[in-house]
Every structure is written in C-alpha cells, then in structure tokens.
C-alpha cells in the first residue's frame, strides 16, 4: 500500500510499526469496548492468512457480538489457555 502511494519503506519498519501499535491500539480501544453478557462461549477454528493456515480462537457472547478473538500459529494448549485468561480478563467467566 505504501508503494502504491510512492512512499519506499523497507520492511523492518513495518515490523516495528505491527510490534509497537497493536497494544495501544487495544489499551485505548479496551476503554470504549461494552462489557459482554453474563454468558459466552470460546470456539476455535483453522484460517487461511496470507497463505499459511493458522488457528484462530475467538469467544462469542450469547448475540453473537466477538468478546475477543486470537491468531495462533499453534494449536496447543498452552495457546488456548493464553487466551482464555486473555478473554477472561476484565470480563465475567465464561
């Protein structure tokens, strides 16, 4: 996209850029999030993403609304408690 814009950028920023935002992003965006339902469920399924299959991990509210949701190039346990705790945090238990 930046080429496309005639800006030359090598990949490295780029990297810099996914490993810095993405927690702030969610800090501030955890502000603003509703709180979920007494009642949600986790599920897990395979994605395609750029080519390489991963597992996604997602929890779902009773409306069907995305309490939170995880990429994972595993599929192991330790990744789903990862995220379960993650989940968990900051909402009621499942």
């Known amino acids: 996209m930046m080429s496309e814009r005639g800006v030359d950028i090598a990949h490295t920023?780029?990297?810099?850029?996914?490993?810095?935002?993405?927690?702030?992003?969610?800090?501030?965006?955890?502000?603003?999030?509703?709180?979920v339902g007494g009642s949600w469920r986790m599920d897990e399924t395979y994605i395609k993403v750029g080519g390489e299959w991963m597992d996604l991990y997602r929890a779902v509210d009773k409306a069907g609304k995305t309490v939170d949701f995880e990429l994972s190039r595993k599929r192991d346990v330790n990744a789903a408690k990862a995220f379960l705790r993650k989940a968990m945090k900051g909402q009621r238990t499942p």
């Not at 810099?16 to 965006?29: A, D, I, L």
């Open 13 to 35: 920023t780029i990297l810099r850029w996914v490993q810095h935002y993405p927690p702030e992003f969610e800090k501030r965006w955890r502000r603003f999030a509703r709180q």
